[in-house]
């Protein structure tokens, strides 16, 4: 499985993005599907998942409110629109094509991610105030 992420960039506090993931080597439809975040020197968090069929969404409490999570299934593309931007937002932010096959998503879904073998290049996210 191959992921491009697009859509980062340098915005001011309060400001907002949309960032983009085209996965490719795998049936888009049949997974759920998230964003996860890093900054150096500390962990990849999961921020936000989306069930393969768009009706279940999670997100952490740091970002909900703010960003939303949305699939396009005839795109092949995930989407993550982030609004009301903190400088604490500022990271790399990662697509997780494969977040399980079940049509419900929740904090534990981000455990799959710990199987990928790769993950895609990111897109950076930094926020000025």
């Known amino acids: 499985v191959q992921v491009t992420e697009s859509g980062g960039g340098v915005v001011q506090e309060g400001g907002s993005l949309r960032l983009s993931c085209t996965p490719s080597g795998l049936a888009f439809g049949d997974y759920n599907m998230g964003w996860f975040r890093q900054d150096p020197g500390k962990e990849r968090e999961g921020i936000s998942c989306i069930s393969w069929s768009g009706k279940s969404t999670y997100y952490v409490n740091s970002v909900k409110g703010r960003f939303t999570i949305s699939r396009d299934n005839a795109q092949k593309t995930l989407y993550l629109q982030m609004n009301d931007l903190r400088p604490e937002d500022t990271a790399m932010y990662y697509c997780?094509?494969?977040?399980?096959?079940?049509?419900?998503?929740?904090?534990?879904?981000?455990?799959?991610?710990?199987?990928?073998?790769?993950w895609g290049r990111g897109a950076q996210v930094t926020v000025s105030n």
């Open positions: 997780a094509p494969d977040l399980g096959i079940w049509d419900h998503c929740s904090n534990t879904s981000f455990s799959h991610a710990r199987l990928y073998k790769t």
